[in-house]
């Protein structure tokens, strides 16, 4: 059975650096193909994708956030780990992981496992 | 980016009834797309993956159609539990971009 859940603080002050884990189970980023994405939704608003690490550590993010992201993975504790510099109020959201399984350097199957998410409000 | 454009942004349907979502590609994405299903307080569950195909345990009245830049999520026959926000996403690109949502109610 294949889980993702996410941890992190659940209040950031602006300018802090955010930190987020992504601990997962049932497969690993040792294995050809699989990928782990980070996804935000702000409250009541759509889902933005934020960035994607795979299992040959190649990394891509959001166009918009790329200058603010970093994401990296811990392949021994099956974890993953998204930093987010430079913290504002519009931030504020709630951050999920996901696996997506890449096939001929698509992802397939788009994200077919969620983690239940982590909510992040920024403010002082 | 590739931007994702859902319609209608919200919809409102009796039990029963047909029900199809619009969501348009700013540029080709072959068919690179999926839709998902999100509850009120829950993570986002897959419904259809490369434009057509159902994802494990979705329901057979749950279908996806299109290529290109036009594609559709048909729901056969509405049913109370299909009550939601549907999303969209392209991942022809490694910026994986989603459609702003459709609101789904149930009359």
């Known amino acids: 059975q294949v889980t993702l859940r996410e941890s992190g603080p659940a209040l950031v002050k602006p300018t802090q650096t955010l930190t987020l884990t992504c601990t997962f189970s049932g497969f690993s980023l040792r294995t050809s193909g699989m990928c782990v994405s980070w996804v935000r939704q702000p409250p009541g608003k759509a889902l933005e994708w934020l960035a994607l690490i795979d299992w040959d550590d190649d990394k891509f993010y959001s166009t918009s956030l790329k200058t603010r992201l970093t994401i990296s993975k811990d392949t021994s504790k099956n974890r993953v780990v998204l930093t987010m510099t430079n913290m504002d109020p519009v931030d504020t959201a709630t951050y999920y992981c996901?696996?997506?399984?890449?096939?001929?350097?698509?992802?397939?199957?788009?994200?077919?496992?969620w983690g239940q998410g982590t909510t992040v409000t920024v403010s002082s | 980016d590739i931007q994702m454009t859902q319609s209608p942004s919200t919809l409102s349907a009796s039990v029963g009834d047909r029900v199809t979502i619009t969501c348009r590609a700013s540029q080709t994405i072959g068919n690179w797309l999926a839709w998902y299903q999100q509850k009120p307080g829950k993570a986002p569950k897959l419904l259809i993956y490369k434009a057509s195909n159902l994802a494990n345990g979705v329901p057979s009245r749950f279908s996806g159609s299109g290529s290109g830049t036009e594609f559709t999520l048909t729901i056969g026959s509405l049913q109370p539990d299909d009550s939601a926000t549907y999303f969209c996403q392209q991942y022809n690109s490694y910026s994986h971009t989603f459609g702003q949502g459709t609101k789904l109610e149930i009359k």
């Open positions: 996901a696996r997506i399984i890449a096939v001929a350097a698509k992802p397939y199957y788009g994200l077919d496992v």
